[in-house]
C-alpha cells in the first residue's frame, strides 16, 4: 500500500473502483488525518493525488482553503510540474 507523508502524518493511499462513488461526481476524498481516496478511473488520478494532499496541507496548516482554491490549484500545479518533467504520472495498481 501507498502512504504518503504529509507533515507528520502518513496518509494511507486507497486506490477505489467506481462503486464508492455513486452518490457523488468526486475523483478523490480526503480524511482528516486518516487517508486519501482516488478513484482508479478518474479522469486523471495524479491530478486527484495532488488535489486531495493539498486538501490535507489545507487541513493540517489551517488555511481553510475552499474547494474553488483547491481545484484549479491542483490543475496548474499538477500541469506544471508535468511540464517540466518533475512529476510522474501515478501508476494506478490494476
Ligand atoms: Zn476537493
Known amino acids: 500500500m501507498v502512504k504518503i507523508r504529509i ?3 502518513d496518509y494511507p493511499v486507497k486506490w477505489m473502483d467506481d462503486d464508492w462513488k455513486e452518490d457523488t461526481n468526486a475523483e478523490g476524498v ?8 482516488i478513484a482508479i478511473n478518474g479522469s486523471d488520478p495524479t491530478r486527484t493525488l495532488i488535489h486531495e494532499v493539498m486538501h ?8 481553510r482553503l475552499k474547494e474553488e482554491q483547491i481545484h484549479p490549484l491542483a490543475i496548474m500545479l499538477t500541469r506544471a510540474l508535468k511540464d517540466a518533467k ?6 494506478v495498481p490494476k
Do not use: F, R, T, W
Open 7 to 9: 507533515g507528520a502524518l
Open 30 to 37: 480526503h480524511y482528516p488525518q486518516k487517508e486519501l481516496k
Open 56 to 63: 490535507a496541507i489545507s487541513n493540517q496548516c489551517c488555511l
Open 86 to 91: 518533475l512529476l510522474k504520472d501515478v501508476m
